[in-house]
């Protein structure tokens, strides 16, 4: 079945290092999500990618989705202790019976040392 | 506002009682989730429904029941055929190729 692997689960930086984080897909996906979630939380939306090889930027974060639309990135330059949470991609799969279902990578626990 | 409402936020269950974990949305989404998160698993698909009266299983359906009877809402039973219930559940609305919006949660601990 469809599945999406993320590594690493866990990454604990310096403030002011980069972090990045790695999404993969057993099959093509329609497109991809990411989101955030803070310590006591729940997960909260940060960007979609829905082209092949289509790279976006918001601030500090670069999202890449692979040209075969089966894994992604989430790079953080000079992370900051705000960025600290749990980073989930979510795969949306191709058109077919899964219609309308996100799958959900383990999450890349982030911590950031001051 | 706009947004996702999840009841109550913290919920103790004895051993054999079924609970109700209430979700309703005001965003006029078709579509509706329930997820369970333990600690380094992610967030795992519990049940679904794309349309009002109707709802499928996820990866994790035994022991859970949900309804759809009206579209603002998708109450999530617990009952005691699950064995480990002790979780936060996380409740979400999309509308189709588009993000999901996440309720606050219910953090669900057995007693």
């Known amino acids: 079945g469809q599945q999406v692997m993320q590594i690493p689960q866990y990454q604990h930086v310096q403030e002011g290092e980069d972090f990045t984080t790695y999404c993969n897909s057993s099959?093509?996906?329609?497109?991809i999500q990411w989101y955030k979630q803070r310590p006591g939380g729940h997960p909260v939306f940060l960007i979609q990618?829905?082209?092949?090889?289509e790279v976006k930027k918001q601030k500090r974060l670069t999202f890449q989705f692979g040209e075969a639309k089966k894994n992604s990135s989430l790079h953080i330059t000079a992370t900051q202790t705000t960025d600290v949470g749990t980073y989930f991609c979510?795969?949306?799969?191709?058109?077919?019976?899964?219609?309308?279902?996100?799958?959900f990578g383990r999450g890349t626990q982030l911590t950031v040392w001051p | 506002d706009g947004g996702i409402t999840q009841s109550p936020k913290y919920l103790f269950r004895k051993e054999g009682q079924n609970v109700t974990l209430s979700c309703e949305q005001n965003?006029?989404?078709?579509?509706m989730y329930w997820y369970r998160q333990d600690p380094g698993q992610g967030l795992r698909l519990i049940y679904y429904?794309?349309?009002?009266?109707?709802?499928q299983k996820g990866d994790i359906a035994e022991g859970y029941s949900v309804s759809r009877e009206k579209k603002e809402s998708f109450p999530l039973t617990v009952t005691s055929a699950q064995k480990n219930p002790t979780a936060f559940y996380l409740c979400a609305s999309m509308v189709n190729w588009g993000e999901a919006f996440f309720g606050q949660g219910t953090r669900l601990t057995v007693v």
């Open positions: 965003l006029n989404h078709d579509a």
């Open positions: 979510a795969g949306e799969a191709d058109r077919g019976s899964t219609l309308g279902r996100l799958y």
């Open positions: 990618l829905v082209k092949s090889g």
């Open positions: 429904s794309q349309i009002v009266n109707d709802f």
């Open positions: 099959t093509t996906l329609s497109n």
